[in-house]
């Protein structure tokens, strides 16, 4: 009886490892590698709930995966926790709660750009700066 416990529960372990390393294997959607490729040479701080933001400076958005606001030399990603949300035929109607700052708690409503009607909600999480790694010499 344990013997065939034993079997069994190895049996079960062969099929799942094909499902881990398709897993680990996956390819980078194009969103991921858009980002990827605007943040080559680039290092991740320490994330924070808010950021300051300036003017008329846009959000970029990438589909499916992020958003990202430019200051200076620095990438701030939102990585968003409804990144599926994110979408070029939609435009984003953004209410701040703190003036200059874009935070993880203002409420970002999506409106389809074609007919003006609502299409969904970006919840936004922490902010990830992106800056320049520094040349080691």
């Known amino acids: ?7 069994s529960a190895a049996a079960i372990g ?3 490892a094909p499902a881990v390393q398709a897993d680990e294997t996956t390819e980078m959607t194009k969103g991921e590698k ?17 950021i300051t ?9 990438i589909e499916d995966t992020a958003l990202v606001y430019k200051s200076g030399d620095t990438l701030w990603v939102n990585y968003t926790k ?3 949300a994110i979408d070029d035929d939609d435009y984003m109607l953004i209410r ?9 708690t203002d409420q ?8 003006n009607f609502f299409s ?18």
């Open 1 to 7: 009886m344990i013997k065939r416990i034993a079997l």
């Open 53 to 61: 933001t300036f003017g008329s400076r846009a959000i970029t958005r």
């Open 96 to 104: 701040r709660f703190s003036g200059s700052q874009l935070c993880k």
């Open 108 to 115: 970002i409503e999506l409106r389809d750009r074609f007919g």
């Open 34 to 50: 858009k980002l990827a490729k605007m943040l080559e040479g680039r290092v991740a701080g320490e994330p924070e709930s808010c």
């Open 82 to 84: 409804t990144p599926d």
């Open 120 to 137: 969904g909600v970006i919840f936004l999480d922490d902010f990830v700066p992106y800056r320049l790694a520094e040349a080691e010499g």
């Open 14 to 16: 062969l099929l799942a």
